[in-house]
């Protein structure tokens, strides 16, 4: 096995939830796709977005304060 697929396989594992990129050149057309040459691949840890109030509450409750 490749070190490059190693290396994803060890990320996939210690990632909860998780994005990738496989980056190479097409080569010849098989039946189950096609091959890639000179393949990279990278893992992304996918982390939640921090939920941020409403721009419209904001100005609610700075206006109740008054």
């Known amino acids: 096995m490749p070190k490059a697929s190693r290396l994803a396989e060890t990320?996939?594992?210690e990632f909860a939830d998780w994005a990738g990129a496989v980056?190479?050149?097409l080569g010849q057309r098989t039946s189950n796709g096609f091959v890639i040459i000179d393949a990279g691949i990278q893992l992304f840890e996918k982390k939640a977005k921090e939920?941020?109030?409403e721009v419209g509450a904001a100005f609610a409750e700075a206006g109740a304060s008054s």
């Open 11 to 13: 990320s996939a594992s």
């Open 23 to 25: 980056s190479g050149k």
């Open 51 to 53: 939920v941020k109030p």
